[in-house]
């Protein structure tokens, strides 16, 4: 079984703050994904990072593939209310076939808040 | 509105009823999935149906059966649970053959309660 570490479990900042949430695996991962989860709605995938060592920014938070794709990172600059919610890193498989074909591997997840 | 649609929103079911969970996906994915979400753990898969096949049994109690009629409906069927099964369940639809790249795309989940 492929486990990914999410840290922190629990971040509370106020607006305006940057913080920094980390997807860790001792596994090498094809691709990974972060995705947002708001109270009472299921997950949203933000952005999915395929190449080691890639950085995709989607306005204020900035995604990172580490470069052994063992790891991820996201940072949002500037946390504003709206970005309250549980992130969720979640990983594929490296190889297409076998038993880990089409599924994916979800951290426990951070929950963000941000206070006004 | 993701295209996935998940019925009914919440339930309260005591531990003698039988109740179903009906997933509907819009997107023309081949691809549909059962996740348990539970406070303080990651989601954890149950079923997966690849072209309305069930292709991962993720060793579910018999008390969950889950239905695949075609590749646009999921249903979960639910009879003789336990208050330890009270979570979120939520459906999900990919194209299998990319999801390492367009992930899934989730209901917005059932809130199911036993008592």
């Known amino acids: 079984t492929q486990l990914l570490e999410q840290s922190p479990q629990f971040l509370s900042i106020q607006e305006g703050e940057n913080l920094t949430v980390y997807c860790n695996s001792s596994?090498?991962?094809?691709?990974l994904q972060w995705y947002r989860q708001e109270p009472g709605e299921g997950p949203v995938l933000l952005v999915t990072?395929?190449?080691?060592?890639e950085v995709k920014k989607l306005k204020r938070l900035t995604f990172q593939f580490g470069d052994a794709r063992k790891d991820s990172s996201l940072h949002i600059t500037a946390a504003q209310p709206g970005d309250t919610g549980l992130y969720l890193c979640?990983?594929?498989?490296?190889?297409?076939?076998?038993?880990?074909?089409?599924?994916?591997?979800f951290g426990q997840g951070t929950i963000l808040t941000v206070h006004p | 509105e993701t295209g996935v649609t998940q019925t009914p929103r919440h339930l309260v079911m005591g531990m003698t009823n039988k109740k179903s969970l009906k997933c509907e996906q819009h997107?023309?994915?081949?691809?549909m999935y059962w996740y348990k979400q539970s406070a303080k753990k990651p989601l954890e898969l149950m079923f997966v149906?690849?072209?309305?096949?069930?292709?991962e049994n993720n060793s579910v109690p018999s008390r969950f059966s889950p239905e695949c009629p075609n590749s646009s409906h999921l249903f979960l069927h639910l009879h003789t649970l336990q208050p330890e099964d009270s979570a979120l369940y939520l459906c999900?639809?990919?194209?299998?053959?990319?999801?390492?790249?367009?992930?899934?795309?989730f209901g917005s989940g059932t809130r199911l309660t036993v008592v």
């Open positions: 999900a639809s990919s194209q299998m053959s990319t999801v390492a790249n367009y992930g899934y795309t």
């Open positions: 596994s090498v991962f094809s691709s």
């Open positions: 979640a990983a594929a498989a490296f190889y297409a076939g076998g038993t880990s074909y089409g599924k994916l591997t």
């Open positions: 990072v395929v190449t080691g060592g």
């Open positions: 997107l023309g994915h081949n691809a």
């Open positions: 149906y690849n072209f309305k096949e069930q292709t």
